[in-house]
């Protein structure tokens, strides 16, 4: 029997398993260049510039299917603390810090109207380097919101997650790597359908740094992004992708609501459903997403 989408017992569980494993598919990697003190970048093809970000614990080769098949400057990035780089000094904070240093590489490696594509993590990276840069005129976000615990729980407060944040952080302090792992085994079928998928998000968190994950946890489940996203231009445009798994028990159109209602913020957002896939869209529908990619460029003049 499902449970409803309001029950917070329920929810509470689901999101920290949903949270903690916030992984992504990895393939062998080797980034060529430094991109900063919080992330290193691998830039290939030739083009007009996209970016493309990760989600927690992740490589950005979860989007190597597609991203191979378009004609683009990919600027591949993978966070310090994840896909072996050594994590970043101090972790915290991880989030803003990774976005401001995506900001620099911008401005330094003079890149201009900038598409970001951006999974989980990576998509709230993505807006909030577009709220801190006139460099970025698209952006595509794969599986994320401004305000996540809302997500799971509507009625909850800025206030209320902000005061539980030494709480959670002593919990993930007390939490041990191998009960670190051992939820995120749990959290599995949560993010991707087919279990060879799963067993390779599995491998790729074994590879993070596990504090740096936790820094990153801590931060996600305990802050409100939306009043530093409301800065993002108008002329901005943003697309979301969101999965719908019939399986879970909740309606379509409850479900694309619970999206809606964190991006009324936006003069230019489109949401879009993506059946039967999880949170690793690119693994659970690889065609769907890689034509949602390329309409996406293509809309915003990035494509071929």
């Known amino acids: 029997m499902s449970r409803p989408l309001s029950d917070p017992l329920f929810l509470l569980r689901k999101s920290l398993l949903a949270l903690a494993a916030l992984l992504s598919l990895s393939f062998a990697h080797a980034a060529d260049e430094m991109g900063g003190d919080r992330f290193v970048v691998e830039v290939t093809g030739n083009g007009r510039a996209v970016i493309f970000i990760p989600g927690l614990t992740s490589s950005p080769d979860v989007f190597a299917a597609a991203q191979e098949k378009i004609y683009v400057e990919a600027h591949l990035i993978t966070p310090a603390g994840f896909d072996g780089v050594p994590a970043p000094a101090p972790l915290t904070p991880f989030i803003d810090s990774l976005a401001a240093d995506i900001v620099r590489y911008l401005n330094d490696e003079d890149i201009s109207d900038a598409a970001i594509v951006g999974h989980s993590m990576g998509g709230l990276t993505a807006l909030l380097v577009a709220a801190k840069s006139d460099r970025v005129s698209a952006v595509m976000v794969?599986?994320?919101?401004?305000?996540?615990?809302?997500?799971?729980?509507?009625?909850?407060?800025?206030?209320?997650?902000?005061?539980?944040?030494?709480?959670?952080?002593?919990?993930?302090?007390?939490?041990?790597?191998?009960?670190?792992?051992?939820?995120?085994?749990?959290?599995?079928?949560?993010?991707?359908?087919?279990?060879?998928?799963?067993?390779?998000?599995?491998?790729?968190?074994?590879?993070?740094?596990?504090?740096?994950?936790?820094?990153?946890?801590?931060?996600?489940?305990?802050?409100?992004?939306?009043?530093?996203?409301?800065?993002?231009?108008?002329?901005?445009?943003?697309?979301?992708?969101?999965?719908?798994?019939?399986?879970?028990?909740?309606?379509?159109?409850?479900?694309?609501?619970?999206?809606?209602?964190?991006?009324?913020?936006?003069?230019?957002?489109?949401?879009?459903?993506?059946?039967?896939?999880?949170?690793?869209?690119?693994l659970d529908q690889p065609a769907v997403f890689h034509e949602e990619l390329e309409q996406f460029l293509n809309k915003n003049g990035k494509g071929e």
């Open 142 to 282: 794969i599986d994320s919101v401004p305000f996540l615990p809302r997500l799971f729980q509507p009625s909850i407060t800025p206030e209320q997650v902000d005061a539980s944040r030494a709480v959670l952080a002593t919990q993930m302090a007390a939490l041990s790597d191998e009960a670190y792992l051992d939820l995120a085994r749990q959290g599995l079928p949560r993010q991707a359908m087919k279990p060879e998928d799963q067993s390779r998000i599995m491998e790729d968190v074994t590879r993070a740094d596990i504090n740096a994950a936790k820094a990153a946890f801590i931060e996600l489940m305990s802050t409100d992004y939306t009043p530093q996203l409301s800065s993002i231009d108008a002329s901005v445009t943003v697309t979301v992708l969101v999965p719908f798994d019939p399986m879970t028990g909740f309606s379509r159109d409850l479900l694309l609501a619970r999206y809606e209602e964190q991006y009324t913020f936006l003069e230019q957002v489109e949401l879009h459903i993506v059946e039967n896939a999880r949170h690793f869209i690119m």
